[in-house]
């Protein structure tokens, strides 16, 4: 079982900058993914980052301004979100896979076994 726990959402205005964290309980083997979830729409992916950090893959909206990282001495990963436009309003989860990852990662949701709670990040234009 691996628990996600995520932090650093809030209201920030269009162009402004965000830091997302997840704090994961197992992580180290584990492929990670940030989703994000609008008001009436499906969950979409955003970005997502092998066990040992070496391939990171973006969704084309986010593509030179959002960054994900990881530091698996602190069984952590990161979203750094610049240039926020109001339409990255959504809830943010954080996702992980144990092992290497299956069918359909990084982009499919069901990839994913285990989830945080989210956290909201609202951009005002």
């Known amino acids: 079982q691996v628990r996600l726990v995520e932090s650093g959402g809030g209201l920030v205005r269009a162009g402004d900058s965000l830091s997302l964290s997840c704090a994961a309980s197992v992580f180290s083997d584990s492929a990670m993914g940030w989703f994000r979830q609008a008001t009436g729409k499906e969950r979409e992916f955003v970005a997502a980052?092998?066990?040992?950090?070496?391939?990171?893959y973006y969704d084309e909206s986010v593509k030179g301004r959002f960054t994900i990282t990881r530091n698996n001495a602190y069984n952590e990963v990161y979203l750094q979100m610049n240039s926020l436009k109001p339409e990255d309003t959504a809830v943010y989860f954080c996702?992980?896979?144990?092992?290497?990852?299956?069918?359909?990662?990084?982009?499919?949701?069901?990839?994913?076994?285990?989830w945080g709670q989210g956290t909201q990040v609202t951009v005002s234009s």
């Open positions: 980052i092998t066990f040992n950090g070496g391939s990171k």
């Open positions: 996702a992980a896979t144990r092992g290497p990852p299956g069918s359909g990662w990084p982009r499919n949701h069901d990839a994913y076994e285990f």
